[in-house]
């Protein structure tokens, strides 16, 4: 869980507006509620333009006290920091990569104190194939080297069917689609590029196997009050289609990484952003990707086992009109039980225990979000 700068600001970032996300994190109660990571995206570097010609280093307009006084920044306020590179010899938007420089480029993270890397090889020639694979495992077993804690994200955009390989080449978590945008729902989006949140979705269905403890299917930084004013294409969505969005994101296991100005965030979005009920789901120890269980139409339950023997449960209505949805304990959710206990992720509240099946109303665009404790006899 954390925060990175691309959505927002694209490649316009400077330490001013890092530290200012990490005190909103701090300030808002994110922090508590478990967001950790302040990542840096591309823009960091120092020089737009190839590494045959240059070395990697910071931007010292943008960072006159460096990346290592940022990330002391946030250790010493529990949290962590992350960058961005590429295996390219240039990045995607043109900045300096560790193409061929692998090492070198680990060991200056390492030496930095930074705990994330983002590489991203949409700027590889070629974009696939064998060679992709081993570049990220060269980066992998570069941060190995270093002997520090690093989380690596193989950022290669849901080519190449990059769930298939990336764990085994060393990544921790990895996009399954292009980049999303500030969209909930718009069609037609996604075969020019950008996936909305509902393709999105569509996307992670069926690579449920793919994610769990230790490498996880991404998909993609939460566009949740960007409201069409952030670095990325689209218009914006409704606060409540970016609260479905979150708690989709949630139950999907994704990485949740939030990716517009926190310094600018109103009550119902910060109330979104600290769920901790629905974060729970998220950060559950089983580690299970919510599986889509019923399909009618507009209508769609998905729903995910958790540790304790509980099911966390979605009741997502995609439709323009409310309608009614349910679940059924045993068709659906495969449980024995005959009763469970019903509890309401967003109003917090428990609804009682109910036999065979739970029903209720979901408006449209957003999601019902539930646990589910089945009731064992006696
Ligand atoms: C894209 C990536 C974005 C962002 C950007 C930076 O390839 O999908 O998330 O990192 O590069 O240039």
Redesign the pocket.
């Known amino acids: 869980m954390g925060w990175?700068s691309?959505?927002v600001y694209?490649?316009d970032i400077d330490e001013e507006k890092i530290l200012r996300t990490a005190d909103a994190i701090i300030d808002s109660g994110m922090r508590d509620a478990g967001w950790e990571y302040v990542m840096l995206?591309?823009?960091w570097q120092k020089i737009r333009g190839s590494r045959f010609l240059n070395e990697l280093d910071y931007d010292p307009e943008k960072f006159p006290r460096g990346i290592s006084y940022l990330a002391d920044h946030m250790h010493e306020r529990g949290l962590k920091l992350g960058i961005?590179s590429?295996p390219g010899v240039e990045?995607?938007?043109?900045?300096t990569g560790s193409g061929g420089h692998e090492r070198e480029d680990a060991e200056l993270f390492a030496s930095w104190g930074v705990d994330h890397l983002?590489y991203?090889s949409?700027?590889w020639p070629g974009k696939g194939g064998q060679d992709v694979i081993e570049l990220h495992r060269t980066m992998s077993e570069a941060l190995k080297a270093t002997g520090r804690d690093i989380v690596l994200h193989v950022?290669h955009?849901g080519w190449d069917d990059v769930w298939e390989w990336a764990r085994e080449a060393g990544g921790h978590h990895w996009?399954i689609g292009?980049?999303i945008c500030d969209d909930f729902d718009l069609p037609g989006h996604r075969e020019s590029y950008y996936f909305d949140v509902l393709d999105m979705i569509d996307r992670g269905v069926g690579l449920e196997e793919y994610s769990g403890p230790g490498g996880w299917n991404d998909f993609?930084?939460l566009v949740v009050n960007l409201n069409g004013e952030g670095a990325l294409v689209g218009d914006g969505a409704t606060p409540e289609e970016y609260r479905t969005h979150f708690s989709m994101w949630a139950i999907l296991s994704s990485p949740l990484i939030i990716g517009s100005d926190l310094t600018r965030m109103d009550g119902y979005t910060i109330e979104t952003l600290t769920n901790t009920e629905v974060i729970a789901l998220n950060q559950d120890p089983l580690g299970r990707q919510a599986a889509r269980v019923r399909k009618d139409g507009d209508l769609e339950v998905f729903a995910k086992p958790l540790a304790n023997g509980d099911q966390g449960v979605a009741l997502l209505n995609r439709g323009p009109t409310d309608a009614e949805m349910e679940v059924a304990w045993q068709e659906d959710l495969g449980l024995d039980a005959a009763a469970a206990v019903v509890r309401d992720l967003w109003a917090h509240r428990d609804l009682g225990v109910s036999t065979g099946r739970f029903a209720t109303t979901v408006r449209s665009h957003e999601a019902t979000i539930l646990r589910v404790t089945p009731q064992t006899s006696g």
């Open positions: 990175n691309w959505n694209g490649d995206d591309d823009g961005y590429g990045t995607c938007a043109g900045y983002k991203d949409c700027c950022c955009c996009r292009q980049d993609d930084m």
